[in-house]
C-alpha cells in the first residue's frame, strides 16, 4: 500500500489523521484515512451509546453515520418556537431503566405521559370509552372480547416464561413455537371473530406487522424481555401506558438525548458517511465508505440487521450471519401526527389514547410538549394498513388520519394547525421499524448469529438485546454490551 | 459533469466507450463510462436469456456480472478429461420447454438421468428398496406413511389450483394460506410423526428449507408454478425424476449453455463488476460499479431479490419492494458430490437416487456424464441440515456424507476419486439457493412488488417467475419477459 502524508481533509481526529490509497477500492479512488482504536457504525442510541462506553474505557472512537443526522429511529419535528414532537422513539416506562438513568446522566428527566380521562377504541364500529385506571388497562373492556383477551394474554405471558431472553432458540419447545405463525396460534386459540379482529390493534404498533408476519417463538421472546433482570416480563407492559412501555416520556423529547450525546462526541462523530465495506486483516479492521477508509481494532456495527446485511464484508460472514439478515426484515410502521393550539381533547375528557380495529390507525397517544402548548396527537400506522395508507395521494392521507382522530374526540381534530406522518419504511437509513422481525423459523435456524462476534465486528442494535428488544432501552442495552465486549479486547 | 475524453480500460463495447467523473461517487473517483440502450444486472440464466431477447430486438447491451464466471446459480466442477458435473442446477423435465428450446438453439441437446434399477430410502432408520416405475414414483412406497402421503400431495395439488401463477396473493384464500407455515398444515392435515419426518426429504432438496420457513401460500404457488400455460402444475412433478423435473440433463453439462450465451455476448458481458448503485434520471439510467458508470434507457436487474436489495438505488425504490428483499432471503441448500472411476450403484441395480429422513443428505441423485465415465454422485443437504454440516471440520464433512453414501450403495462410495461440496449460501454472489423463500406473510405483503418495473428497472430471475419458478426454465422465462418488457419501451 502505498503511503502519503496529505492531511485528511476532515481535521484532526480521534485518533488523528492521514491519507493514503485504499486498497480494494476502484485504482482511481484516493480515499481519505482515519484512525481509532474502534469505528461505530450507525449513530442511534444504541451506536451513541457503544461510543460512549468506549471512550469512557479510555479507548478512542469514531462514528460513521450514514444519514445527515444522528439518532437513528429517534427523531423529532420541530413545532415551532424551540418545542419538538417525536417522529420515532417516544416513550420510556418500569424496568426500562438502561435508557432512563442514561438520559438522567445528561441531565434529562421524564415526565409521565398525558393519561387523564378516557380512552376511546372503534372495535367493528362499535364505540367504547374507558378509564386505563380499570383493571384492562389500555385494553378496551369490551365484554364480547374480554374473556378471550384475558386467556390469550395470561397464557403467552406463561409461555414465555419458559423462553430465555438470551437464546430463544434454546427454549424447550423453540421448534413448535418458531414452527408457526401468532396468526395460527391465535386461531388455535381464540373462537371469536371479534377477539381476533383485535389481535393486529396490537401486532401493528408494537411490531409494525401483522399477525401472520410473526414467528409465535418471537412474540414469546418479546414478551420475556419486556421486563428486566428482576422483573419478569408481560404482554400487558407493551401496550400500557400505565405502568407500561407508554408510561413517561423525556422533557426536551428523545432527541434531546440524541444530541447532547452527540455533541459530546464532537468530531468524532461523521454524519453522511455510509459504510459500505468493512474489511478484516491481521493486524485490524478498515472501516470503508465512499469518502474514508478508517483503520482500527475493532468495529461496532450499530444498524438493523437489514442493513448491517447490506454491506460488503471482506472475508464473508458465516453464511448463518448473512441469512438472518436476508430474513429479518424491519417492520412496517408509519407514524401520523397533527399539532393543535391546545390539546383540545383534554378538555372533553379525553387522554388522546384511540384504538381501531378498522382504521389505519391501530392507535393514539397524546404526544403534547409536557407544558400542553400546543397539543399533539400521534398514530400508529402498521402492517397491512401501512402499505394500504402508501398507496394514497398525499391529500387523502392527511383527510384520511384526520377523519379518524375527529371520530375519536370531535370535529375539532380536523383543523390542525399542522399535519405530518414519518414513512419509517420509507427512510433510507432505516428502511422500516420500530423493530426487526423474525417471522417463523428465523430465530431457530440463524438466531445465534444475531448477537456472536465474528472476528473484530461486534453488533449492536434494539435487535440484538436480550431485554427490551425493540424499544430504545434496547438499544442502550445493546451499546453499553458491545462497548463491554469490546473493552475485554483491547 | 466533467467530460474527459480518455479511453475505457476495457476497451469499445457494445455502444463506444467514453470516460469521465461519475457523479454521486466520491470526487477523486473516476470511473470509466460506457453506454449501452439497456444494462443487464447478472448474467444467470435469467440475465443471459434477457440480453440475448434485447440483441435480436436490435438493441444494445451491456451484461455486469459480479462474480468471476457468467452462471448465477449454473456452474460446474471439472472431473478431469474435460467432462464436468454440475454444481448447481442439473436437470430439466417436461414442460419446461423454454430452457429446453433454448438450449436446443445453441445445439445442446437433453439426455435422460439415469434411472434404471431400485431407488433405496431409510426411513426412521428403515430401509426401502424400490423400482420409481411403480406408482409412487421417486416417493418411497413405505405402507405406514403412503396413505398420508397421497393424501396431502392430492389435497395439495388441488389447492393449488385456486393459486394464480402471475398473482398468488389474489387467491381467494390467500389470507388464509399466507398466514400459516407448511409445518402447521402438515401437523394439522396427518396424525403420524413417520409421514410427519417424510415432509422435509421434500423440502430441504426442493427449496432448501424447513417446513417451518415456508408460507403455505408460497408451496402452493410453487405447485401451481410447476408446469405450463397448458399442464396443470403438481407437486410430484417437483420431486419425480421419471416425468418430473429431474428426467432430463443437458449433454455437456447446463454449464455449456451458459457459456456458449456468454461467448455470444463476448465483450458486451464484463465479469468481476458487482453493480453498487442504479440512479434513475429524467433522461435514462446510471448503472455504477466500482470501476464503471455505464448509462442506458433501461436496466434490467436479474439477480436474486436478497442482493438486488443491497444495491444503492436512487431515488429510492417503493417501500413495498424494499421490504420485499429484506424479507425473501434465499434457501440454504448445499450440494455435495463425490466422483469414482466408474458409477457403481448402476453394477449393483441401483438408481443412484438415495433418500434419507435422518442424514445430512436428504435426496441423491446419479450425476455422471452421459457416457458413466467417471461416475458421479451427488446429494442434497439442505435447512437445517446445511447449517448442521456447516459447522463440521472439512475432514467430517467428507467423511460423514460418503459414509451416507456407502449406507446407500455399499463401501465402495467410501473410496471416491474426488469429494467436493458446493456450500451456496458461503457463494458471495448467490448467498443461497436454489431459490429466494417467501415464509409466512411475505407474498400477501410485498408480492406484487417482485415484478413490477420502478421506472426504468425492470426486473428478471427466476423468483420473477410465473411457471417453474425457481428452476431454470423459470429463470429463462423470466429473462424473456424482462426483454419483452424492455423492447416494448424503447
Given at each position: 500500500m502505498t503511503k502519503l502524508t496529505r492531511r485528511g481533509v476532515l481535521g484532526a481526529?480521534?485518533?488523528?489523521?492521514?491519507?493514503?490509497?485504499?486498497?480494494?477500492?476502484?485504482?482511481?479512488?484516493?480515499k481519505r484515512t482515519r484512525r481509532a482504536d474502534v469505528v461505530v457504525v450507525g449513530a442511534g442510541l444504541?451506536?451513541?451509546?457503544?461510543?460512549?462506553?468506549?471512550?469512557?474505557?479510555?479507548?478512542?472512537?469514531?462514528?460513521?453515520?450514514?444519514?445527515?443526522?444522528?439518532g437513528g429511529r429517534v427523531w423529532s419535528h420541530a413545532l415551532g418556537g424551540g418545542e419538538v414532537s417525536e417522529?420515532?422513539?417516544?416513550?420510556?416506562?418500569?424496568?426500562?431503566?438502561?435508557?432512563?438513568?442514561?438520559?438522567?446522566?445528561?441531565?434529562?428527566?421524564?415526565?409521565?405521559?398525558?393519561?387523564?380521562?378516557s380512552n376511546v377504541a372503534y372495535i367493528d364500529g362499535d364505540?367504547?370509552?374507558?378509564?386505563?385506571?380499570?383493571?384492562?388497562?389500555?385494553?378496551?373492556?369490551?365484554?364480547?372480547?374480554?374473556?378471550?383477551?384475558?386467556?390469550?394474554?395470561?397464557?403467552?405471558?406463561?409461555?414465555?416464561?419458559?423462553?430465555?431472553?438470551?437464546a430463544p432458540w434454546q427454549a424447550e419447545q423453540a421448534l413448535e413455537y418458531d414452527g408457526q405463525t401468532l396468526e395460527t396460534w391465535v386461531e388455535d386459540n381464540s373462537t371469536t371473530q371479534r377477539y381476533r379482529n383485535l389481535v393486529p390493534l396490537a401486532t401493528r404498533p408494537i411490531?409494525?406487522?401483522?399477525?401472520?408476519?410473526?414467528?409465535?417463538?418471537?412474540?414469546?421472546?418479546?414478551?420475556?424481555?419486556?421486563?428486566?433482570?428482576?422483573?419478569?416480563?408481560?404482554?400487558?407492559?407493551?401496550?400500557?401506558?400505565?405502568?407500561?412501555?407508554?408510561?413517561?416520556?423525556?422533557?426536551?423529547?428523545?432527541?434531546?438525548?440524541?444530541?447532547?450525546?452527540?455533541?459530546?462526541?464532537?468530531?468524532?462523530?461523521?454524519?453522511?458517511?455510509?459504510?459500505?465495506?468493512?474489511?478484516?486483516?491481521?493486524?485490524?479492521?478498515?472501516?470503508?465508505?465512499?469518502?474514508?477508509?478508517?483503520?482500527?481494532k475493532r468495529v461496532v456495527v450499530a444498524v438493523p440487521p437489514a442493513l448491517a446485511g447490506r454491506i460488503d464484508y471482506r472475508p464473508l460472514l458465516p453464511f448463518e450471519r448473512d441469512q438472518l439478515t436476508q430474513r429479518m426484515g424491519q417492520g412496517t410502521l408509519t407514524k401520523v401526527s397533527a399539532s393543535y393550539e391546545t390539546p383540545f381533547w383534554r378538555d372533553a375528557g379525553y387522554t388522546g389514547t384511540g384504538l381501531s380495529t378498522s382504521g389505519f390507525v391501530s392507535a393514539t397517544f397524546d404526544g403534547s410538549p409536557p407544558d400542553g402548548g400546543p397539543g399533539v396527537v400521534f398514530g400508529f400506522v402498521g402492517g397491512d394498513k401501512a402499505r394500504e395508507y402508501e398507496r394514497l395521494s398525499k391529500g387523502e392521507r392527511r383527510s384520511r388520519i384526520l377523519a379518524e382522530f375527529a371520530q375519536f374526540w370531535g370535529a375539532e381534530a380536523e383543523r390542525p394547525l399542522e399535519f405530518w406522518d414519518t414513512r419509517w419504511p420509507a427512510q433510507r437509513w432505516n428502511r422500516g421499524g420500530p423493530v426487526g422481525i423474525h417471522g417463523a423459523g428465523s430465530l431457530v435456524a440463524n438466531g445465534a448469529a444475531l448477537r456472536a462476534p465474528v472476528g473484530r465486528i461486534h453488533w449492536a442494535g434494539t435487535e440484538t438485546s436480550t431485554y427490551w428488544n425493540g424499544y430504545m432501552d434496547g438499544a442502550v442495552r445493546s451499546g453499553e454490551r458491545a462497548a463491554e465486549e469490546v473493552l475485554a479486547e483491547l
Open positions: 481526529g480521534a485518533a488523528g489523521a492521514a491519507a493514503g490509497l485504499a486498497p480494494g477500492a476502484s485504482a482511481a479512488a484516493r444504541a451506536g451513541l451509546t457503544a461510543a460512549r462506553g468506549i471512550r469512557r474505557g479510555g479507548k478512542s472512537v469514531l462514528v460513521l453515520e450514514a444519514a445527515r443526522r444522528a417522529r420515532g422513539g417516544t416513550f420510556v416506562g418500569p424496568t426500562q431503566d438502561h435508557v432512563i438513568d442514561l438520559a438522567q446522566a445528561y441531565g434529562i428527566d421524564t415526565f409521565p405521559t398525558y393519561n387523564e380521562g364505540r367504547v370509552e374507558w378509564s386505563d385506571t380499570g383493571p384492562t388497562g389500555t385494553a378496551p373492556p369490551d365484554p364480547a372480547i374480554l374473556p378471550e383477551l384475558a386467556a390469550t394474554v395470561t397464557l403467552l405471558n406463561e409461555m414465555s416464561k419458559e423462553v430465555p431472553v438470551d411490531f409494525g406487522t401483522e399477525p401472520r408476519d410473526l414467528s409465535l417463538l418471537f412474540v414469546l421472546f418479546y414478551i420475556a424481555a419486556s421486563g428486566d433482570e428482576e422483573h419478569v416480563g408481560t404482554f400487558e407492559r407493551n401496550f400500557n401506558t400505565r405502568e407500561g412501555a407508554q408510561m413517561f416520556r423525556f422533557e426536551g423529547s428523545t432527541s434531546a438525548l440524541v444530541e447532547r450525546m452527540a455533541r459530546e462526541l464532537g468530531r468524532r462523530l461523521l454524519l453522511r458517511q455510509p459504510v459500505r465495506r468493512i474489511v478484516q486483516g491481521r493486524g485490524g479492521v478498515r472501516v470503508v465508505t465512499d469518502k474514508l477508509s478508517v483503520r482500527a
